[in-house]
DNA sequence: AATGAATGAGCATTCATTCAT
DNA sequence: GATGAATGAATGCTCATTCAT
């Protein structure tokens, strides 16, 4: 019977809503586990029957939000798409996104910050890391072939350029989260104009 | 009386250098006062003396580092070396003093995440980031009037790499502290293969 | 109909065999109305619709196990071998249960401990106190006619004896079940030793 | 200096005192430290200061105790009154102590319910038991060579009557305890009465 | 009869901060 | 300046019990 499964996930989704709200409000440490009952609309014993404690809803939401995000670039992946366009594609809608929902990025920054403190959230984020540059390097490799029929840019370069491609991503989000109404730029211009950067070094002669 | 002051710097030294152990063991929210009492040797009635609390602690500890980030990076770009060659100094003793100091890099990244939460923290991020920018511009503009007296790149062009090139740092430290045993990489080849990247991207027609 | 009795009754013992088992390993106290769940292999509505409460479990745990030595000890009365036979198998019987259930003695302490607390439970105790009493002292007195046709020691020495031996049991269980694997003693033979003496001292001469 | 020290054994007195009087009020389990911290007059963190929780509360309690008990029992030995003098003094004592303390045998109760749960507790009753014990057959050997030079009893029966007095008088004082208004008895009557039958059962022939 | 999801009052403990000495 | 005992609000979590199904 799906029935219970049904309720349990939907129960689990409702916690984990309310959860990121508040975490997104508050931070973890300032969140506690009443607001996130009452945001939820649940009881508390309700909350507990669901999530075992704090640490495992920051974990469930930390796991959420990656697995979005590895499916994401796994459909890109799957498209026909000529691959320079996919990778455009790739992060003006990741700009945009985190642009049109305010809390997102905090709430991202937040739960990066437990890696430090909690292992299952940070086994959850070399993982997804690993997973990540691999697809991305996937990426390069396609636009490289296609590009340059002759072969293009080495190897190495373009798993030089897919980690920097990442490290950049992150790094450009937390910039853009810190910066103050008067410094705040344009994240999805910036961004792309970073990585086509990065993109133009990778075929570039040193 | 200058004894005053020495002894009060020196005492504020201790207490800081204690806090910054303590931090980086436990992060900030897993610090208790009273940890930090007993590393810094002193009594709990003499830290409370010498900061107002555990917030100005961690304040005083960010406006430390980057304080010092700055200083060598005016440092840097004072010499009379090649820009290129001062750049990758720059990033080389960047990395190899974060390799050198295990502690330094989850204890940066804590304080970092109490950007979010820490207003006076989140300034001092937000003035530094900005001043970083602009001493990271400077030292480009030097490399592109060096390597092209023509002109080389167009201004725009070196604005987008000098951004590039502090959130690529950032970054990577970020997936460096984050990295496994198994996963972890060499923090200054990558970072310089980034670096260079993106500065030959720089110049690289479109 | 008796059908419903019976599985009424089988239920209830299944449930009480099941929190015997919990409260013997954890204390009542220590004991959540879940394991009793789990132990027992029945829901948790099914407990709660055989048993008013936790307070409820424990009354008919009591209630189950003074009734049974009561009954023993009435067997006892109504077989016709000599008394002082009868009190050695008593005393002995007694023992070796004790002996060769291990939970069983700490069970009851634990539920005697209970009686401080639970009103029911006291009633219970002093109830079967009572009896218990009563039902040594008589065996006593046989002890008494039969030994000495005379009419050997007067009443209140049976009294006192019968209150001694009471006591006797009671406070060596309890130290027996608190010694060590170091102190331990064999529980039989002492038990009887003391019994000896007391009822020896019965009829010896100030 | 012994400033600090009193101040110290002072506050874990008054701390002590209030645990006292609140475990035997509502017992072990339903006593609230926010009782207990109301009844001592103190703050929580005081408290939190003198003990690190509520197990070490009952333990220190269990502890000072025993130990009072035990060196009533090292007074009465040292004394040169007869020995049976002593005996019926001791047992008397004891009993008009527990009749003017109407807290002590329930508390002394609920404590020594705790030794089946805490295990620090088990072992200061453990150890206690044997002292006791030892303390007890010295008393009991002084009375045998007293009263009959010759030898009197053998030593198997004196340790037998030891064992048998420390039960009779634990057994009893949980009989009373437990006792209705209308069941109750006199304690030190009743109590010193066993003890005689014990002591005359050592000598009597079997 | 039986299930198990849901409830929520209750509670021990922590810890940043203060202040009398 | 320095000490450390004292404060008490804050909080994550438990678990006996209920009740819709």
Known sequence: ??????????RRAQILTAAAAVFARHGYHGARMDDIVKESGLSKGALYWYFKGKEEL????????LTAETQTLDRLLAQDAPAAERLEQLVRGFARELD???HRAPLAQELLALAQTIPDIRSCYSAH??????QLRTLLLQMNSTQSPAGGAPDHRIDDAALALLCVV??????W????PTSRFDLEDRLWAAVSG????????A
Chains 1, 2, 3, 4 share one sequence.
């Open 58 to 65: 920051a974990t469930a939401l930390v796991h959420h939000m």
């Open 1 to 10: 019977m799906a029935h219970n499964n049904d309720r349990t996930s939907a």
């Open 100 to 102: 049109d929902n305010p």
């Open 129 to 134: 890391h690993d997973r990540y540059h691999e």
């Open 177 to 180: 989260t810190l910066s103050t």
């Open 170 to 175: 992150d790094g450009m989000v937390l910039r």
């Open 198 to 205: 990065i993109v133009r070094g990778m075929d570039a002669p």
